[in-house]
Nanobody, 125 residues
Framework: QVRLVESGGGLVQAGDSLRLSCAAS????????MGWFRQAPGKEREFVAA?????????YYADSVKGRFTISRDNAKNTVYLLMNSLKPEDTAVYYC?????????????????WGQGTQVTVSS
């Protein structure tokens, strides 16, 4: 069982930056691939970024955030991060982190085993 707790969301202006954090419980954090997803009002949950298990040498991004967002992990702190630069109003959503025990889910939200409760990010124009 893995418990995930996101933090770092807030209200910012377009062009600003935010760093989201996701703290995980348990002693096997490094064995999970991790992902970030987001859900805007009235829309389906969508993939944002993912990072491979272990050292996190492989990362994946949605085209909409590529070049602006960076996913990283610190296994010593059981934490995965999402650094969001050059934020746009269309980035406004609840952001969720998720853990994947198979390390195969990547952008497929149905492949993730555990989810956090989400953190709100609002970008004003």
């Amino acid at each position: 069982q893995v418990r995930l707790v996101e933090s770092g969301g807030g209200l910012v202006q377009a062009g600003d930056s935010l760093r989201l954090s996701c703290a995980a419980s348990g002693r096997t954090f490094s064995s999970y691939a991790m992902g970030w997803f987001r859900q805007a009002p009235g829309k389906e949950r969508e993939f944002v970024a993912a990072i491979s298990w272990g050292g996190g040498s492989t990362t994946y991004y949605a085209d909409s955030v590529k070049g602006r967002f960076t996913i990283s992990r610190d296994n010593a702190k059981n934490t995965v991060y999402l650094l969001m630069n050059s934020l746009k109003p269309e980035d406004t959503a609840v952001y969720y982190c998720a853990a994947d025990s198979t390390a195969q889910a990547m952008g497929d939200l149905y492949g993730y085993d555990y989810w956090g409760q989400g953190t709100q990010v609002t970008v004003s124009s």
